[in-house]
């Protein structure tokens, strides 16, 4: 049974660019959410989806958007990438019912913006 | 205000000896859920430990257990018979509502173990 997977692992871009992530769940999960994580601090809640929406969203601007798939994969886009969006970037999935403890983290995305 | 703190920036033990991570959260919500998870140098978020809010058992999941004071709202991690192993960046995250609501976790700022042989 294989857990929640992210690709890729690392990623150098510049600024002004665009970047997408990607997540797939761990079986039986249909709920993913993204988080970064900047050096040093926990990780910040980014957005959710489920059933194909955005359903929560953090503190995060405009250029930060995703998508979920059917298959309940999800993608992470960064458009115009700054300094500071630097950062580890997870990705987390759990069931929309049943189990209330289910919140299952990738091994993350290091994105770095020189 | 801070809806989870973690006051402890690092600590030490030695192996084999129990440690207390500490973990006080602020919230209004009378349904709520608690994790712990913890984070080695790869960056994984490793899931230790939940205690839902009307849970009226401490949680214990092996050599984790999580001393959840409700009152003081605090939930505190306990690791019994530390190992080399356990030497890692541990997160305090809570997931406030019903789960109708969502699961969007807040997370501590951490605090990092250092177990000594």
């Known amino acids: 049974d294989a857990g929640v997977t992210q690709s890729p692992t690392h990623l150098i871009k510049t600024r002004g660019q665009q970047v997408t992530l990607r997540c797939s769940p761990k079986?039986?999960?249909?709920?993913v959410s993204w988080y970064q994580q900047a050096l040093g601090q926990g990780p910040q809640f980014i957005f959710q989806y489920y059933e194909e929406e955005e359903r929560q969203r953090g503190n995060f601007p405009d250029r930060f958007s995703g998508h979920q798939f059917p298959n309940y994969s999800s993608e992470l886009n960064v458009n115009a990438l700054l300094l500071g969006d630097s950062a580890l970037y997870l990705c987390?999935?759990?069931?929309?019912?049943?189990?209330?403890?289910?919140?299952?983290f990738g091994p993350g995305t290091r994105l770095t913006v020189l | 205000a801070q809806k989870i703190t973690q006051t402890q920036p690092g600590m030490f033990v030695q192996e084999k000896e129990a440690v207390t991570l500490d973990c006080t959260y602020d919230t209004s919500d009378p349904s709520y859920g608690l994790f712990w998870y913890k984070q080695p140098s790869s960056g994984e978020m490793i899931f230790l430990i939940y205690?839902?809010?009307?849970?009226?058992q401490n949680a214990t999941e092996g050599r984790y257990s999580l001393n959840f004071q409700k009152a003081r709202k605090s939930a505190n991690l306990v690791i019994s018979a530390s190992q080399l192993g356990d030497s890692a960046m541990y997160f305090c995250a809570m997931r406030e509502g019903r789960r109708s609501s969502g699961d969007k976790l807040t997370f501590g700022t951490g605090t990092r173990l250092a177990v000594r042989p």
């Open positions: 205690q839902g809010s009307y849970d009226q």
């Open positions: 987390a999935s759990s069931p929309r019912t049943g189990a209330y403890n289910e919140q299952f």
């Open positions: 079986s039986g999960h249909d709920t």
